[in-house]
């Protein structure tokens, strides 16, 4: 790749649905925030906090992913901590050359094991946003996460406490949550505990996306359709095995939010050039790429849209598809994606 195609794919207007808050965290503010509040890392040694808080070779398992999870879980520990790192990821993201990104975190998450509430983690990110959106030429919407592996009850609390912001707006950013995510590791659950809680959150008028067929074979998927009938699938990699679960994609006109780099680094695909993102695209299936965890994976956005011109043959065009399949299965308001559309796409 030759500095002049990057620095066009850099500049190209991009728009991104998955991306995980906390999976973004620059390493000069890990050093900072743990120096701050004397949290229980160490960051003497820059070379070995990079290696404790990023991944760049496949690791064993999506469990492995998580487990370094848990370490920088640790650095969202305040307000001004998570406001920062929310502003931190708008301004990243504009750099990237993104027009509308979606950020995803998970409230629960985030406080566990931490003297923080959910409001406060909430408030921090609406407030990070905020000054990200006052600075910069970039629309965000927000996604809240309930993970799998946490109790119900802590599931129930966050989701309700969610839901509260958007219905009784006790933010003037709270407009800014639209969508619920159900993510972490997949193939020791089942969908239908999380009917419920799916449920409240349409009703509040998220939308809806599930990490599913990522750490789980195509009937996993089948399952998430049939069972929480979401607006968009996280990943998703794993139902090109069955042309039918391909099929229910097409027919749902279910969006898959694809991340290559992820799915390598995770084992998913084992080489990043036998990723199905083309099957899918050719297919007819709606994609759009993604990043999920820059920081945590030492990349950008940019990043994966030279695997997809270098693996998948990607061109200015099918950039563009893409992307216009993400502005218009954005969780965000119709009117901000067709203001981003006629700005920058069209
Ligand atoms: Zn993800």
Known sequence: ?????????????????????????????????????????????????????????????????????????????????????????????WMDGIKLIELRFSPAFIAREKDIGNDEIIEGVLDGIAQGMGKYDIQVGLITIVSRTLDHHVNEQSTMDVIAYVEKGHHQMADRIVGFDLADRENTSDPSDFGELVELSRQAGLGITVHSGEDSDASAVQRTLTLLNPDRIGHGVNAWQDGDVVEMLKERDVLLELCPTSNWLTQCVPVLAEHPLPDFYQAGVKVCINSDDPQLMDID??????????????????????????????????????????????
């Open 301 to 346: 956005l940019t990043h994966e849209y030279e695997i997809a011109q270098r693996y998948y043959g990607f061109t200015h065009e099918d950039f563009k598809k893409t992307n216009l399949d993400a502005l218009k299965k954005t969780f965000l308001p119709q009117e901000i994606g067709v203001h981003v559309k006629e700005k920058f796409f069209s």
């Open 1 to 93: 790749m030759s500095t002049y195609q990057h620095s066009l794919l850099r500049k190209m207007p991009k728009v991104e649905l998955h991306r995980h808050l906390d999976g973004s965290i620059r390493q000069g503010t890990i050093v900072d925030i743990v120096k701050r509040h004397k949290l229980d890392i160490d960051v003497s040694d820059r070379a070995r906090l990079k290696k404790h808080s990023t991944i760049t070779e496949p690791m064993q398992d999506l469990a492995a992913v998580l487990n370094v999870f848990e370490t920088i879980q640790k650095v969202s520990c305040s307000y001004e901590a998570i406001k920062r790192i929310a502003f931190e990821n708008v301004e990243d993201a």
